[in-house]
């Protein structure tokens, strides 16, 4: 009888147990449910993704806000010199942030991490709260993230407690789920070590050439020094502390930025820096701005971060000055690291090819790039006038690609074509405008391009009719769904035949509709659009690649007169010539400034 009562408590604590895990694991997944979508504010997935890291693997990070991680590679710094670096940077990230991140990382990697890399940005701004949040909740639980809770509670431990349960934290957001909440995991990239790739120039598209910024050059020693907020001088101070009890070198960097960066921020800071014997590398400043040959017209993405061009310049600088001047390890090769290896292949395949394609001039070989990956969904939309200007050899470059409608598109035609390996569709279709014949396609060298019949009067008043109304009900349309479920519209109207290209994915519109091939890019391994590319093929057979500075190069070398050049290159010529005079005029002035 009592072995029964005794077996009947056992089974009855076993039940509570495994209730209780069960509605811990509940809570636990509907919290990471119910947490915001923080992928890019506060790298949240980044971080996540360096938790997984093997312990002592990482022998230097980077602290600080967005400008570091749009600023900053890691895997290219591994590409270059093997060296093991992770980009923990996020938008606004409060200095306390820093310091917890610092102590995680050194909990993490203890044995390896040798070197710290501040961006001291956020040194002026106010602490942005929810952020700070956001950030310490992607730190594993223990208690360094339960530290940090405390401490943003200022030591009320219930407060501190209730913020170490994502359900409790963020229950309110029952009535805002939707479908990215499901698709988180998704965001966990590796391979980017905390990096966020952007190749956009949106102010020098934006700006012309005399509105853009130009760099100070010079620290101005005159004005006086910032006033930094007290709560980030408190934690810096704690980073500079801890950094010296574990016998880390800390290095104070500031990116490139033509607009929240002046002479007052730089002068405090290189003052702090000096009392404590510390490394100041601003890249605003010559000479490390001529160093690593920064622009800003070209290599920033808006006024605060850089895109991808400048990544490339200052992270080539820093890896070597990591390699030589810090002794980082080279770990290629190295028993243990085989990891890093397998993220570089990723990282070259989602980034560096990515970058490739969307630079790539000739539509033609765009279209070849972006079908010889057999992750890529293409989806091809004309408007307009999409003909004129192609070339005989791209002509044969479609068709041998296996797009003969493409081969022969003529002026004004309307033109669709979906390429989905996953899914294995292979979708092309046409709309002749009248007048335009093409009896084969361009499959070899000795295909004659057929010329324009001419229109008769019928044609030609239906032509000018339609140029009139612009109907858009007349444009072609493709629908189908992705390998991940989502659906797409695609639409394509020739001027006469709707005038419109339109590629909808998922309700999102990516098609540019401008006028030429219009070429949408979908990776179903990312689950998204890596790129939307125009070809204006009535005016010229390729475009401008991205390498602006190269292109300027070209054209100088080749005597191209300033007036015969594309409009972005006289552009860009006019806004360097400022840059030059401006450089002139401050070296002149006789204070040369740091290092100079």
Not at 307 to 316: D, E, H, I, Q, S
């Given at each position: 009888?009592?072995?029964?009562?005794?077996?009947?408590?056992?089974?009855?604590?076993?039940?509570?147990?495994?209730?209780?895990?069960?509605?811990?694991?509940?809570?636990?997944?509907?919290?990471?449910?119910?947490?915001?979508?923080?992928?890019?504010?506060?790298?949240?997935?980044?971080?996540?993704?360096?938790?997984?890291?093997?312990?002592?693997?990482?022998?230097?990070?980077?602290?600080?806000?967005?400008?570091?991680?749009?600023?900053?590679?890691?895997?290219?710094?591994?590409?270059?010199?093997?060296?093991?670096?992770?980009?923990?940077?996020?938008?606004?990230?409060?200095?306390?942030?820093?310091?917890?991140?610092?102590?995680?990382?050194?909990?993490?990697?203890?044995?390896?991490?040798?070197?710290?890399?501040?961006?001291?940005?956020?040194?002026?701004?106010?602490?942005?709260?929810?952020?700070?949040?956001?950030?310490?909740?992607?730190?594993?639980?223990?208690?360094?993230?339960?530290?940090?809770?405390?401490?943003?509670?200022?030591?009320?431990?219930?407060?501190?407690?209730?913020?170490?349960?994502?359900?409790?934290?963020?229950?309110?957001?029952?009535?805002?789920?939707?479908?990215?909440?499901?698709?988180?995991?998704?965001?966990?990239?590796?391979?980017?070590?905390?990096?966020?790739?952007?190749?956009?120039?949106?102010?020098?598209?934006?700006?012309?050439?005399?509105?853009?910024?130009?760099?100070?050059?010079?620290?101005?020693?005159?004005?006086?020094?910032?006033?930094?907020?007290?709560?980030?001088?408190?934690?810096?101070?704690?980073?500079?502390?801890?950094?010296?009890?574990?016998?880390?070198?800390?290095?104070?960097?500031?990116?490139?930025?033509?607009?929240?960066?002046?002479?007052?921020?730089?002068?405090?800071?290189?003052?702090?820096a000096e009392t404590y014997g510390l490394e100041f590398l601003d890249f605003n400043y010559l000479p490390l701005f001529d160093d690593i040959g920064f622009n800003y017209a070209t290599d920033l993405a808006d006024t605060d971060h850089m895109n991808y061009y400048g990544v490339r310049k200052l992270t080539a600088w820093l890896g070597n000055y990591l390699a030589e001047e810090c002794e980082a390890t080279d770990f290629r090769g190295k028993a243990g690291y085989e990891f890093l290896e397998k993220d570089l292949k990723e990282y070259r395949i989602r980034v560096k090819d990515t970058v490739d394609l969307r630079a790539e001039k000739d539509p033609a070989v765009y279209v070849k790039k972006a079908m010889g990956h057999e992750d890529y969904t293409v989806f091809i939309t004309v408007k307009e006038d999409a003909a004129s200007s192609l070339t005989q050899e791209q002509r044969i470059t479609f068709s041998e690609l296996g797009l003969p409608a493409l081969s022969v598109l003529g002026q004004y035609d309307s033109y669709l074509a979906v390429m989905d390996p996953?899914?294995?569709?292979?979708?092309?279709?046409?709309?002749?405008?009248?007048?335009?014949?093409?009896?084969?396609?361009?499959?070899?060298?000795?295909?004659?391009?057929?010329?324009?019949?001419?229109?008769?009067?019928?044609?030609?008043?239906?032509?000018?009719?339609?140029?009139?109304?612009?109907?858009?009900?007349?444009?072609?349309?493709?629908?189908?769904?992705?390998?991940?479920?989502?659906?797409?519209?695609?639409?394509?109207?020739?001027?006469?035949?709707?005038?419109?290209?339109?590629?909808?994915?998922?309700?999102?519109?990516?098609?540019?509709?401008?006028?030429?091939?219009?070429?949408?890019?979908?990776?179903?391994?990312?689950?998204?659009?890596?790129?939307?590319?125009?070809?204006?093929?009535?005016?010229?057979?390729?475009?401008?690649?991205?390498?602006?500075?190269?292109?300027?190069?070209?054209?100088?070398?080749?005597?191209?007169?300033?007036?015969?050049?594309?409009?972005?290159?006289?552009?860009?010529?006019?806004?360097?010539?400022?840059?030059?005079?401006?450089?002139?005029?401050?070296?002149?002035?006789?204070?040369?400034?740091?290092?100079?």
């Amino acid at each position: 009888m009592e072995k029964k009562v005794l077996y009947g408590k056992w089974i009855n604590v076993f039940k509570g147990v495994m209730f209780t895990v069960i509605i811990a694991v509940i809570c636990v997944l509907l919290g990471m449910l119910f947490m915001p979508d923080f992928s890019q504010e506060s790298n949240f997935y980044g971080k996540q993704c360096f938790n997984k890291q093997p312990e002592n693997s990482v022998e230097t990070v980077i602290l600080g806000s967005s400008v570091v991680y749009h600023g900053i590679s890691p895997m290219e710094m591994y590409e270059a010199y093997g060296i093991s670096v992770w980009d923990l940077g996020s938008s606004w990230q409060p200095v306390s942030s820093s310091y917890y991140l610092l102590e995680e990382a050194y909990r993490l990697h203890t044995e390896s991490l040798h070197t710290v890399l501040f961006d001291p940005f956020e040194m002026t701004r106010e602490t942005n709260e929810s952020l700070r949040r956001a950030i310490t909740d992607a730190i594993k639980y223990n208690d360094i993230k339960f530290n940090a809770y405390l401490d943003y509670c200022d030591s009320n431990v219930g407060e501190a407690l209730s913020y170490t349960v994502p359900l409790v934290s963020y229950h309110s957001r029952w009535n805002e789920i939707s479908k990215p909440d499901f698709e988180k995991r998704r965001q966990l990239r590796p391979y980017l070590r905390g990096y966020f790739l952007d190749t956009d120039r949106s102010d020098f598209e934006v700006y012309s050439y005399d509105e853009l910024a130009i760099p100070e050059y010079i620290p101005d020693p005159s004005v006086s020094n910032e006033i930094f907020e007290n709560e980030a001088l408190f934690y810096f101070k704690k980073i500079i502390d801890f950094c010296n009890d574990h016998n880390l070198k800390l290095i104070i960097i500031k990116t490139p930025m033509s607009l929240h960066w002046s002479s007052s921020d730089h002068n405090a800071m290189k003052n702090i820096a000096e009392t404590y014997g510390l490394e100041f590398l601003d890249f605003n400043y010559l000479p490390l701005f001529d160093d690593i040959g920064f622009n800003y017209a070209t290599d920033l993405a808006d006024t605060d971060h850089m895109n991808y061009y400048g990544v490339r310049k200052l992270t080539a600088w820093l890896g070597n000055y990591l390699a030589e001047e810090c002794e980082a390890t080279d770990f290629r090769g190295k028993a243990g690291y085989e990891f890093l290896e397998k993220d570089l292949k990723e990282y070259r395949i989602r980034v560096k090819d990515t970058v490739d394609l969307r630079a790539e001039k000739d539509p033609a070989v765009y279209v070849k790039k972006a079908m010889g990956h057999e992750d890529y969904t293409v989806f091809i939309t004309v408007k307009e006038d999409a003909a004129s200007s192609l070339t005989q050899e791209q002509r044969i470059t479609f068709s041998e690609l296996g797009l003969p409608a493409l081969s022969v598109l003529g002026q004004y035609d309307s033109y669709l074509a979906v390429m989905d390996p996953v899914k294995d569709i292979r979708y092309e279709n046409t709309e002749k405008n009248p007048g335009n014949t093409r009896e084969k396609p361009a499959n070899d060298d000795n295909v004659d391009v057929m010329e324009q019949e001419d229109i008769s009067d019928v044609q030609a008043e239906r032509r000018l009719h339609d140029q009139m109304t612009k109907d858009e009900d007349k444009a072609m349309e493709f629908e189908g769904n992705l390998h991940c479920g989502e659906s797409y519209i695609v639409r394509s109207g020739g001027e006469y035949l709707g005038d419109t290209a339109s590629c909808i994915i998922d309700n999102t519109e990516y098609a540019s509709g401008s006028d030429g091939i219009n070429i949408i890019v979908y990776d179903n391994t990312l689950r998204e659009v890596i790129d939307s590319a125009v070809f204006n093929t009535s005016v010229s057979p390729v475009r401008l690649g991205d390498d602006l500075e190269a292109e300027l190069n070209r054209a100088v070398e080749n005597k191209t007169k300033f007036e015969e050049m594309p409009e972005t290159l006289q552009k860009l010529s006019l806004y360097n010539g400022r840059c030059k005079e401006a450089k002139a005029a401050v070296l002149s002035s006789g204070d040369t400034g740091d290092g100079y």
